[in-house]
C-alpha cells in the first residue's frame, strides 16, 4: 500500500532572496513540441548547442571512461584536465578551476565573495544566471544596457563601475545579442575597475570570436593585470559537449582557485567529462572545422532573415538575436507548431526578440523559412 504523502508547508523555510526568483528558462520541452507539432524530429534553436557533433576523439574517451567503471569516484582535482587545459593556455594548474559547466564556476565565484547587499555589474539583455547566482547570495545586481546598435556601451559601463561593484560579470562575446567587445572597449572596463572588484570575463563563445578581427582574448589581456580576474571557457558551446557538462576559468592567482575549491561540492565534475574535455581540447582540427563552418552559416542564415525584412544584431557567436516586431512568445508558439525551438525574450525592452541557435544548414532554412512566412503573415 502506498504511503499517503502530506503536503508539508515548506513555503516559511525559504529564503526571501530564493522565493523571489525567476525559474531558469530552458526553452520549451522536446518532446512536447514534437507532440504539438505531429512531428517526430524537433529543430533545437533553444541552447546554442553545437549542431556539427563532438570529435570523434571524444567519443571514443567517453567510452573508454564507462569501459573503466564507473563506480569509483572522480578525480577530485581534474588533475589530469587541469595539466591539460594549462599546458594549452601556457597557465600553471593551480591557476585552473573546473566547474561542471562553467554555471557551477559562476555560481562558486557568488558563494566565495558575495555578501548581502554587495554590488554586481553586468549587461542587461543578458545571461540570466549572471543575476540569478548574485541574487542567491542577497546581493544587489545593476545591469547596464547596451546601446540601441547593441553595442557595448563603454561609457555607462565606466559610470556602473564607478558605484564600487565587488564583482563584475562581463561576457564577451555576450549572450543574447551576439555581439562582441573589442580590444579597446574591454581595455576601457580594466582601467575603470576599482580596486575591490573581482572581474569575470565569461567567454562562453570566445572559440566562435577568436578569428573575428579586434577580438580580444581575454587571457591574454588580463594577464599582466595587478587585480583580481577570472576567464571562464566551457567545453559545451564551440567543443559540442553541453550535455557532460564541464567547463573552466583561469584565475588571477591559486588563491581564488583554493577558494573556489573550498565552496565547491568535491567531485563537481564526472570522470567522463573530465575525460571527455581532455580529448576535445586535443582535437584541434576538429574545433577550427566547427568556428568555420559556423562563421559561415551564421552568416547565411543572418542574410536570410535580414532578406525577409527582420532585424538581426550582427552576431560572433552560433546564435542571432532577432527581431520579430510583434511578441515573440506568440512568434515562438507558432515555430512550434512548425517543431522549432527558439527563446522568447523576456527581458524589459526586449521582447519581440528571438534568440536562435544554429543548426545544421539543412534545418536552419526551415528555420529561415518559418520565421519568414510567420512574420511576414500577421505584420502588425
Ligand atoms: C552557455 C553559457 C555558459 C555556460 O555554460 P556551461 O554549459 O555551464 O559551461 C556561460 N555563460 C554564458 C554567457 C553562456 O551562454
Same mark, same amino acid.
Given at each position: 500500500?502506498?504511503?499517503?504523502?502530506?503536503?508539508?508547508?515548506?513555503?516559511?523555510?525559504?529564503?526571501?532572496?530564493?522565493?523571489?526568483?525567476?525559474?531558469?528558462?530552458?526553452?520549451?520541452?522536446?518532446?512536447?513540441?514534437?507532440?504539438?507539432?505531429?512531428?517526430?524530429?524537433?529543430?533545437?534553436?533553444?541552447? &546554442?548547442? &553545437?549542431?556539427?557533433?563532438?570529435?570523434?576523439?571524444?567519443?571514443?574517451?567517453?567510452?573508454?571512461?564507462?569501459?573503466?567503471?564507473?563506480?569509483?569516484?572522480?578525480?577530485?582535482?581534474?588533475?589530469?584536465?587541469?595539466?591539460?587545459?594549462?599546458?594549452?593556455?601556457?597557465?600553471?594548474?593551480?591557476?585552473?578551476?573546473?566547474?561542471?559547466?562553467?554555471?557551477?564556476?559562476?555560481?562558486?565565484?557568488?558563494?566565495?565573495?558575495?555578501?548581502?547587499?554587495?554590488?554586481?555589474?553586468?549587461?542587461?539583455?543578458?545571461?540570466?544566471?549572471?543575476?540569478?547566482?548574485?541574487?542567491?547570495?542577497?546581493?544587489?545586481?545593476?545591469?547596464?544596457?547596451?546601446?540601441?546598435?547593441?553595442?557595448?556601451?563603454?561609457?555607462?559601463?565606466?559610470?556602473?563601475?564607478?558605484?564600487?561593484?565587488?564583482?563584475?560579470?562581463?561576457?564577451?562575446?555576450?549572450?543574447?545579442?551576439?555581439?562582441?567587445?573589442?580590444?579597446?572597449?574591454?581595455?576601457?572596463?580594466?582601467?575603470?575597475?576599482?580596486?575591490?572588484?573581482?572581474?569575470?570575463?565569461?567567454?562562453?563563445?570566445?572559440?566562435?570570436?577568436?578569428?573575428?578581427?579586434?577580438?580580444?582574448?581575454?587571457?591574454?589581456?588580463?594577464?599582466?593585470?595587478?587585480?583580481?580576474?577570472?576567464?571562464?571557457?566551457?567545453?559545451?558551446?564551440?567543443?559540442?559537449?553541453?550535455?557532460?557538462?564541464?567547463?573552466?576559468?583561469?584565475?588571477?592567482?591559486?588563491?581564488?582557485?583554493?577558494?573556489?575549491?573550498?565552496?565547491?561540492?568535491?567531485? &563537481?565534475?564526472?570522470?567522463?567529462?573530465?575525460?571527455?574535455?581532455?580529448?576535445?581540447?586535443?582535437?584541434?582540427?576538429?574545433?577550427?572545422?566547427?568556428?568555420?563552418?559556423?562563421?559561415?552559416?551564421?552568416?547565411?542564415?543572418?542574410?536570410?532573415?535580414?532578406?525577409?525584412?527582420?532585424?538581426?544584431?550582427?552576431?560572433?557567436?552560433?546564435?542571432?538575436?532577432?527581431?520579430?516586431?510583434?511578441?515573440?512568445?506568440?512568434?515562438?508558439?507558432?515555430?512550434?507548431?512548425?517543431?522549432?525551438?527558439?527563446?522568447?525574450?523576456?527581458?524589459?525592452?526586449?521582447?519581440?526578440?528571438?534568440?536562435?541557435?544554429?543548426?545544421?544548414?539543412?534545418?536552419?532554412?526551415?528555420?529561415?523559412?518559418?520565421?519568414?512566412?510567420?512574420?511576414?503573415?500577421?505584420?502588425?
Amino acid at each position: 500500500m502506498n504511503p499517503v504523502l502530506t503536503p508539508t508547508p515548506s513555503t516559511s523555510l525559504i529564503r526571501r532572496e530564493v522565493a523571489g526568483l525567476p525559474l531558469y528558462d530552458p526553452g520549451a520541452d522536446p518532446d512536447e513540441v514534437a507532440a504539438l507539432s505531429g512531428s517526430g524530429r524537433v529543430i533545437k534553436l533553444s541552447n &546554442n548547442e &553545437n549542431p556539427f557533433g563532438v570529435s570523434p576523439a571524444v567519443a571514443e574517451a567517453v567510452r573508454k571512461a564507462l569501459a573503466d567503471g564507473v563506480s569509483r569516484y572522480p578525480d577530485p582535482t581534474g588533475r589530469r584536465l587541469a595539466e591539460a587545459v594549462g599546458r594549452s593556455l601556457d597557465v600553471p594548474p593551480d591557476r585552473v578551476v573546473l566547474g561542471n559547466g562553467s554555471e557551477n564556476i559562476l555560481e562558486l565565484l557568488c558563494q566565495a565573495v558575495l555578501d548581502p547587499g554587495d554590488l554586481v555589474v553586468t549587461q542587461a539583455p543578458g545571461f540570466s544566471l549572471h543575476e540569478t547566482f548574485p541574487r542567491v547570495m542577497g546581493a544587489r545586481v545593476q545591469k547596464v544596457p547596451v546601446t540601441a546598435e547593441f553595442e557595448f556601451d563603454a561609457d555607462a559601463w565606466c559610470d556602473a563601475l564607478a558605484a564600487g561593484p565587488k564583482l563584475v560579470f562581463l561576457a564577451n562575446p555576450c549572450n543574447p545579442t551576439g555581439a562582441m567587445l573589442d580590444a579597446g572597449e574591454l581595455a576601457r572596463v580594466v582601467a575603470a575597475l576599482p580596486e575591490s572588484a573581482l572581474l569575470v570575463l565569461d567567454e562562453a563563445y570566445g572559440e566562435f570570436a577568436r578569428s573575428r578581427p579586434g577580438y580580444p582574448d581575454g587571457l591574454e589581456a588580463l594577464r599582466g593585470l595587478d587585480r583580481p580576474w577570472i576567464v571562464l571557457r566551457t567545453f559545451s558551446k564551440a567543443y559540442g559537449l553541453a550535455g557532460v557538462r564541464v567547463g573552466y576559468g583561469i584565475a588571477s592567482d591559486p588563491a581564488l582557485v583554493q577558494a573556489l575549491d573550498r565552496v565547491r561540492t568535491p567531485y &563537481n565534475v564526472n570522470h567522463p567529462a573530465q575525460e571527455a574535455a581532455i580529448a576535445a581540447l586535443g582535437d584541434h582540427a576538429h574545433l577550427a572545422d566547427t568556428v568555420r563552418r559556423t562563421a559561415l552559416e551564421i552568416a547565411r542564415v543572418a542574410d536570410g532573415l535580414r532578406n525577409a525584412g527582420l532585424r538581426v544584431v550582427p552576431s560572433s557567436t552560433n546564435f542571432l538575436f532577432i527581431d520579430t516586431g510583434r511578441p515573440a512568445g506568440h512568434v515562438a508558439r507558432e515555430l512550434h507548431r512548425a517543431g522549432i525551438i527558439v527563446k522568447a525574450w523576456r527581458e524589459p525592452g526586449y521582447e519581440t526578440y528571438i534568440r536562435a541557435s544554429l543548426s545544421t544548414p539543412g534545418d536552419n532554412d526551415v528555420f529561415v523559412r518559418c520565421l519568414s512566412e510567420i512574420c511576414a503573415k500577421d505584420k502588425p
